[in-house]
C-alpha cells in the first residue's frame, strides 16, 4: 500500500499528516520524504540515520582531442547544455537533462561520462520504528525528480508506504504521486487553500489516481472547501481543527500522536478509510 | 530599478499575504507573481487582464504509426521510461530531450511543441501586474518564472516605475532559482516552527550560493516565541539582516475571504503597523536603499 501526501498550496500540513500517520500505524511502516528540496518529516521522526548515498547523474564532458567540432552534440541538445564555438566545446551541467543525446550523436566518440552531484538519499531509523528514507537536494540544484525517483525506488509493496511529497503541480509533485495506490491531499478552508487544491485534485485526476481530502486548520476561513468536495464527491476523510496546542506541538517538533491517544487512533481511523476506499489489502 | 523577491523556502509561511500588504503600501512598482506552479496572488489583486499569451515550452516525442518500423531504437534511447513495447509515448514522463526523434531511423517521431501554460499582463487597484498559469503536471516552470519577471521589468522601464514586487514560489528547486538571479534583494518568510528554521536556512544557503543579498522576517512569531528568537539570533550570528516579526492574526485569513489585502480589511489594526513598520525597514536596508 503506497499512499501519497500531496497538496497544491505549500504549508498546509503535508507532513504533519504523513509523519503522524506512519508513527499512528506503528513500527515497519515506511515513511519516504520526496519534498526533496525542503524535507522536514526528518524534523519530527528524529531518524538515526544508518546509511547517506549520493545521488550522481550524467553530464557530458567532452575529449578535446577526438573532438571535430561537428557540432552534432550541441544540435540535438534541447537544454542548450553543450556548446559548440569555433575549436572549443563547453558544457553547462546544470542544464543538463542527462539524456545523453549528445554522447549517443558524437561521432567520434569524443563525449565520455562525467557526474554532477543532485543530492543525497538518507536512509534510518525514526520514532515508533518507522523505516524512514528521504532526499535532500543540494542546494543551488535546479533538477528533483531524479532525487525523488531515487527516493521512491524504497517503496515497500508488501507494507504500507507513505510518500511525504512537495507542494505544487508540476513535475516534482508528478514524481512523487505518480503510480501510487492512493493520494491524501491536504488543504486549508482558505480561498488559497481551495484554489491550489483545485489545481492539486486536476493534477492527480490526470494521472488517474483515486485520492481523498484532509481539511487542516479546518475551523477557520469559509466552507467553499467542503462545498467542492461534496460537488466533485472527493471525501472528506478527517478535519483537523485549528488549536494552538496542535500548533505549538508542531513548531516544537513534536507529533499530536505522540501526546493524544485520541488523534493516535484517528489518524489509524484516516488509514482504514483509505483502505476501504481503495477496496485493497490492508498490509498492517 | 529594483526587485524585491519574497521567499520562504518552506510553503505556507504567508508570502502572498505579506507581498500583497506591500503591494497596498508601496508607490510606482509593478507586481509578479513567480509562483506560476500554484499562483495565488490574483485571488486578492483582482487583476484585469488586458493581455494573455500562450507560454510555449518545449517539445513532446509524438511516434507516427504509419511510418513506425517498430525496431525498438527509441526504446533503447529513452532514458525516461517514457516509451511503451507498443510504441506509445507517456506524455507526462516525456522529458522533451528530443533524442528518440533526431535518432529514429525511420524519422517516424514528429516533436509538436506545446503550449505548456499561459502568462498575463494585467491592471489592479495597486498597478500593473505581471503573473502566469503553468498546465498541471507541465514542465519549464523556470523558464516561465524567468519570463514573467522578464516582463515584469520590461513594464516598470516603459512606464518609469522603480520597483518590481515578487511573489516567489516555496522550495529552493528550479521555479526558486528561476526567481532570485539578479534581485536587488530577497525577503525570506520564516516560520518559527523547526521546519520553518530548517527551510528558511536552505533558502538562505541559496541565496548565498547565487551572492543574493537575503533579509530574513518572522511571520506568526508568537505562536512559539523562544523559536523566534532563535531565529533572530540565528540571522546575527550569519551576518543575515533579521528585519522584523509579525504576529499571528486572522485578520489574514479574514481578509483573504473578502479577497483583500489585510491592509484594506483592518486599516487600523495592530498588525498593519508592523507591516508598515517592516517595509519600511525594508526599503531602507542597504541593498533596498542602493547603499551597497
Redesign the interface.
Same mark, same amino acid.
Given at each position: 500500500m503506497v499512499i501519497s501526501v500531496a497538496s497544491? =498550496?505549500?504549508?498546509?500540513g503535508k507532513?504533519t499528516v504523513a509523519t503522524n500517520l506512519a508513527v499512528a500505524l506503528g513500527p515497519y511502516v515506511r515513511l519516504l520524504d520526496c519534498d526533496v528540496?525542503?524535507p522536514?518529516a526528518h524534523?519530527?521522526l528524529k531518524p538515526s540515520i544508518e546509511s547517506v548515498e549520493s545521488l550522481m547523474t550524467f553530464v557530458p564532458a567532452v575529449s578535446e582531442e577526438k573532438c571535430t567540432y561537428c557540432r552534432k552534440c550541441a544540435e540535438?541538445c534541447?537544454?542548450k547544455a553543450i556548446a559548440v564555438l569555433g575549436k572549443t566545446v563547453i558544457t553547462f551541467p546544470e542544464l543538463c537533462?542527462?539524456?545523453?543525446?549528445c554522447q549517443?550523436?558524437c561521432p567520434e566518440g569524443a563525449v565520455y561520462e562525467s557526474s554532477r552531484k543532485i543530492g543525497v538519499v538518507e536512509k534510518g531509523r525514526g520514532l515508533g520504528d518507522v523505516e524512514f528514507v528521504h532526499g535532500r537536494?543540494q542546494?543551488?540544484? $535546479?533538477?528533483?525528480p531524479p532525487l525523488i525517483k531515487k527516493v521512491r525506488s524504497f517503496e515497500d509493496h508488501d507494507g504500507v508506504t507513505i510518500i511525504d511529497a512537495?507542494?505544487?503541480?508540476?513535475?516534482?509533485?508528478?514524481a512523487a504521486v =505518480?503510480g501510487v495506490d492512493f493520494v491524501v491531499m491536504v488543504t486549508e478552508p482558505?480561498?488559497?487553500g481551495l484554489?491550489?487544491l483545485k489545481?492539486g485534485v486536476? $493534477?492527480v485526476r490526470?494521472?488517474g489516481l483515486p485520492c481523498g481530502l484532509v481539511i487542516n486548520r479546518s475551523d477557520?476561513?469559509?466552507k467553499d472547501v467542503k462545498k467542492y468536495a461534496k460537488d466533485e464527491g472527493i471525501p472528506v476523510l478527517m478535519e483537523i481543527p485549528f488549536d494552538?496546542r496542535i $500548533?505549538?506541538t508542531?513548531?516544537?517538533?513534536r507529533l499530536i500522536v505522540e501526546e493524544s491517544r485520541e488523534w493516535k487512533e484517528r489518524f489509524i481511523e484516516l488509514y482504514e478509510r483509505i483502505i476501504r476506499l481503495t477496496g485493497k489489502e490492508s498490509h498492517r | 530599478m529594483k526587485e524585491l523577491v519574497i521567499l520562504s523556502g518552506k510553503g505556507g509561511t504567508g508570502k502572498t499575504s505579506l507581498t500583497s500588504a506591500f503591494a497596498a503600501i508601496s508607490a510606482n512598482k509593478v507586481l509578479c507573481d513567480a509562483d506560476v506552479d500554484a499562483a495565488d496572488l490574483h485571488l486578492l489583486m483582482a487583476p484585469e487582464i488586458m493581455r494573455q499569451t500562450d507560454f510555449e515550452g518545449g517539445g513532446i516525442a509524438v511516434i507516427d504509426k504509419d511510418r513506425c518500423s517498430g525496431c525498438g531504437r527509441c526504446i533503447e534511447l529513452c532514458r525516461f521510461d517514457a516509451i511503451s513495447e507498443t510504441f506509445e509515448v507517456d506524455p507526462i514522463s516525456c522529458e522533451g530531450c528530443g533524442v528518440c526523434v533526431d535518432l529514429c531511423p525511420e524519422t517516424a517521431i514528429d516533436f509538436p511543441i506545446q503550449v505548456c501554460g499561459q502568462w498575463y499582463i494585467s491592471n489592479t487597484r495597486f498597478g500593473p501586474m505581471v503573473h502566469a498559469r503553468l498546465g498541471i503536471a507541465e514542465e519549464n516552470s523556470g523558464k516561465l518564472v524567468a519570463l514573467v519577471r522578464q516582463e515584469a521589468r520590461k513594464i516598470a522601464e516603459e512606464q518609469g516605475l522603480d520597483m518590481i514586487l515578487t511573489d516567489g514560489p516555496p522550495g529552493v528547486g528550479c521555479p526558486v532559482i528561476a526567481s532570485l538571479g539578479g534581485a536587488t534583494a530577497l525577503l525570506i518568510v520564516a516560520e518559527p516552527t523547526v521546519s520553518g528554521i530548517h527551510d528558511m536556512n536552505r533558502a538562505v544557503d541559496l541565496a548565498r550560493h547565487f551572492n543574493v543579498p537575503a533579509m530574513v522576517c518572522v511571520n506568526k512569531y508568537d505562536l512559539n516565541p523562544d523559536q523566534a528568537a532563535r531565529i533572530e539570533t540565528g540571522c546575527k550570528q550569519n551576518d543575515v539582516m533579521f528585519v522584523g516579526k509579525i504576529p499571528f492574526d486572522p485578520l489574514f485569513t479574514k481578509a483573504m475571504v473578502e479577497g483583500k489585502t489585510v491592509l484594506e480589511y483592518a486599516p487600523d489594526a495592530q498588525v498593519n503597523k508592523v507591516i508598515r513598520q517592516l517595509w519600511e525597514t525594508i526599503q531602507a536596508s542597504p541593498p533596498m536603499s542602493g547603499d551597497v
Open positions: 497544491g =498550496k505549500g504549508g498546509t507532513t528540496e525542503e522536514n524534523l519530527f540535438i534541447r537544454f537533462h542527462s539524456c545523453y543525446g549517443e550523436v537536494l542546494v543551488g540544484e $535546479a533538477m528533483s512537495p507542494p505544487g503541480t508540476s513535475c516534482p509533485v508528478i =505518480k482558505t480561498p488559497f484554489h491550489d489545481l486536476g $493534477a490526470l494521472l477557520i476561513g469559509n494552538r $500548533a505549538e508542531y513548531s516544537r517538533g | -
